[in-house]
């Protein structure tokens, strides 16, 4: 057997080396064996940055997460019904699980989950480049288990499921895909897209929260625009709504969002709803989208149909902040990407680099000490003095005190 144990040392040197092997000896001295799985085995291989360490125990990996909090200082987070226990101490975190057996009862639910050994955890996994497992108890340590070709898939560079269900088992296994092949620059294996390609109206079966957390999970990929695409070509974008496009306009969109720095889930979402077809009721139900990612959506819509009013050379600066301040900022944004008139560009971005800042030089206060009433009076002469800078009327605090005084002989 092939022992990955210097690759391990080099790649996890110092805190998170000791951690693991603080967390394999505590096993051991119970007679458990514990394994790095998943991801961090597919990213040690590949020499990628490794973010999570998965580590599975065969046997109760609560009641050791819960031992190791006790005597070695470990923060713990748990689990019950998974079997599951995140371990934090200073800058590490480990993720224990217990080693499971799945079974699924109808496609798109969760699966029902009992104890298993090792071989069963793997077995229920989606592709096999994540399904690979490296032993870390003393004993055995740098141990490789591969029982279904995840070395010579990422030789290959292919995902790959395991079973000809596998994406009607768990639907969203077909995101997970399009995210690894993307990112990693690897492709379908040709009967496992055959297969996606079979399956791809079973997403109607996942829940919106579900159906969320996927499409949230592309947008925060890198390149995210990659993914889309080819979720666009294989048919998955309009089996999560029917209005959904990957396509070069999109693609250019990002692509401008990360070099201007404006790129964030929101904004990605609010472009990918953009088009009109995309009627966005239905996709905030379909997703059941947070309060407040619904509203970046509505307003980057009535925005989208209110851009027309910004394209007019006559429309003064004042007008132009009196329409946009009723919009979140995410969908001023959206549509200063999607737009393509010159003028509108302008518009929106004076708006978000500077009339959105613009303040009279007078205070509430100074206000009152000038005989203006307070509150609602207050207000006004407030608005109304933004109003004169952002249209360039007034500039001095005189010309501020001349306006006030006017707006005073007329009140
Ligand atoms: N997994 C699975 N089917 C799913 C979700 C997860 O088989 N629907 C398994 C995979 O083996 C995966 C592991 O659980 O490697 C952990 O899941 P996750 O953290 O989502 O994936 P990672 O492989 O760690 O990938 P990422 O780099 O995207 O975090």
């Given at each position: 057997m092939t022992s990955l144990s210097s690759l391990i040392e080099k790649q996890f040197a110092g805190e998170r080396l000791g951690a693991i092997r603080e967390v394999a000896e505590r096993a051991a001295g119970q007679g458990l064996r514990v394994y790095l799985v998943g991801g961090v085995v597919r990213d040690l291989l590949l020499g990628r940055q490794i973010v999570d360490i998965d580590i599975v125990v065969e046997g109760d990996a609560l009641a050791l997460a819960r031992a190791l909090a006790e005597t070695k200082g470990w923060q713990i987070t748990g689990h019950q019904r998974f079997g599951t226990a995140k371990l934090r101490r200073d800058g590490t975190t480990l993720d224990l699980a217990t080693a499971r057996l799945e079974t699924y009862s109808k496609p798109g639910t969760l699966p029902d989950v009992r104890p298993g050994a090792i071989a069963d955890d793997l077995r229920r996994r989606d592709f096999t480049i994540n399904t690979m497992a490296i032993e870390?108890?003393?004993?055995?340590?740098?141990d490789i288990i591969d029982t279904h070709g995840g070395q010579a898939d990422l030789r290959q560079k292919l995902v790959r499921?395991?079973?000809?269900q596998s994406f009607i088992d768990d639907p969203t296994r077909i995101f997970r895909a399009i995210r690894y092949e993307q990112r990693l620059g690897f492709r379908l294996e040709a009967e496992t897209e055959k297969l996606l390609r079979r399956d791809?109206?079973?997403?109607?079966?996942?829940s919106g929260d579900r159906l969320r957390h996927e499409l949230e999970l592309v947008l925060k990929e890198e390149a995210p625009e990659t993914a889309l695409r080819r979720a666009g070509d294989l048919g998955v974008l309009r089996e999560v709504h029917p209005g959904l496009a990957g396509n070069g306009w999109l693609t250019e969109r990002f692509e401008s969002a990360r070099r201007n720095g404006s790129a964030s889930t929101g904004l990605y979402l609010a472009l990918l709803a953009y088009p009109p077809q995309a009627d966005v009721e239905s996709l905030i139900a379909r997703l059941r989208l947070r309060r407040e990612v619904a509203r970046v959506l509505r307003d980057t819509q009535a925005l989208r149909r209110d851009l027309q009013g910004l394209a007019h050379p006559e429309m003064r600066p004042s007008a132009a902040y009196a329409l946009l301040q009723r919009y979140s900022m995410i969908a001023v944004r959206a549509c200063l990407l999607a737009s393509d008139d010159c003028l509108v560009k302008e518009r929106l971005t004076k708006y978000l680099d500077e009339w959105r800042y613009v303040k009279s030089l007078l205070t509430g206060d100074a206000l009152g000490k000038l005989g203006v009433p307070k509150g609602e009076g207050v207000g006004q002469v407030l608005e109304e003095l933004r109003r004169a800078r952002l249209d360039g009327e007034v500039e001095t605090v005189e010309q501020e005190m001349a306006l006030v005084r006017k707006w005073l002989e007329t009140h």
């Open positions: 870390v108890t003393p004993t055995h340590f740098g499921i395991l079973h000809p791809v109206s079973w997403l109607g079966q996942v």
